[in-house]
């Protein structure tokens, strides 16, 4: 039986559909609308369609974007000759917020999972080759995350891109700033310690 | 809440909320069982690295009161396997490994055999061994401690003892080998030969360590491969789906 009105179940059905998201949460949500002023609603609503309506991929970096293509890509003063590839947006967002990459970016938008049905031609692989040919590229930054799933999608545009005439790199991996020795991982120690690099005075 | 700590495989992740994770992991005296790790994507301490696919893992957990979901309380990595990673052939085999365990073995089911087995199925794998090998090896021990084993005993038609001379027929609405007076070769029923018959019986008897040295050559993993497929999909309608991605 539907304890509140069908408006409302409605709503509460429309929230629980979104990810992490229950139902608790959902009815949470929906109440939350329903006490608030009439603008909120109508904001939410309008941004709703907006940005279904407005976004789309960028058709160079496949990063997301209201303009094709993306301001990123459109930079002049962006350089050239260095792809960044990331798994998606959301990654591509914290390496921007960082500050030090000034290059461009490749969104793979997921990464090889076949446990989650996700082979290599679900990815944007072959775009990122065809990028390679196309544009004047010098040096691709892997930039994956260390889990089995991002290495392997690492290892796998390795053996793609190589032999295309460009550098191809991985970022590093190891103790985070602020991070424990006691606390970390055996292999992470030990992935450090293969790679540690000399210290110039 | 009775807390418990148990090595584990951790079988597959689902993102939660800001920062938690939903885990699903294989323990040998639990089985397959579910766990929501609190703030692990953030960890450093409690769950540092833990949970990614395929890792190996001492983990300490406690049930909720209500429900089958487990609190998991801390995480320590013992192994991430990490030669899985190199190529996407080995990451496809141990995916489908996993697939294959979850479809034999039902939730909450512990069996502390098909835990040993995936570890050393894994752990072979990482090693860099023939992914092709370690995948028939796991199969046919897998689908015997799931209780698909194929009989090679005797033909499931006179019931005639099968003594090694001349080539068998596998019957997969049987599950065994039939002899050549009883079944004739066909596509459905492929012929196996008295050597791949007793390579198929070790498979399913010897103990773990042993089974994952044996070493196969090419045209025997040709030979058995259809076998198996033929086994799975008839006993397995709802196949794994990794199999796609199997060279």
Redesign the interface.
Known sequence: MEIYPPPLERLIEQFSRL??IGQKSATRLALFILKSHKELSQSLAASLIEVKEKIELCSTCFSLTDEDPCAICRNENRINGIICVVEGPGDQLAIEESGVFKGKYHVLHGV????D?V??EDLKIAELVARLDKENIEEVILATNP???G??TA??LV?ILSGKGVKITRIALGI?MG??LK??????LQYCLKTRSPVVP | MENYTSRSIIMRTKEVGETDLLVTFLCPDKGRIKGIAKGARNSRKRFANCFDAFCLVDLQFSLKRSGDLYLLNSGRLINAFPGIRLDFTSLSYASYMIELTEILFPWGMGDRKIFELLRESLDALSRGERAEAIAVLFEVRAMTLGGYGINLERCCNCGRIYKGEGKAVFKRDRGGVACLKCQEETAVTPGISPQVVKMIQWMQTIPFRSLMKLELADKHIQEIRPVLKLHREYHLPKGPKTVCYLT
Request: charged residues 15%; without cysteine; aromatic residues 8%.
């Open positions: 990810p992490g090889l999972a076949p446990l049905g082979g290599p889990t089995a799933q290495e392997t290892s796998f053996k985070p991070g424990d606390y970390m991982d055996s292999m992470t």
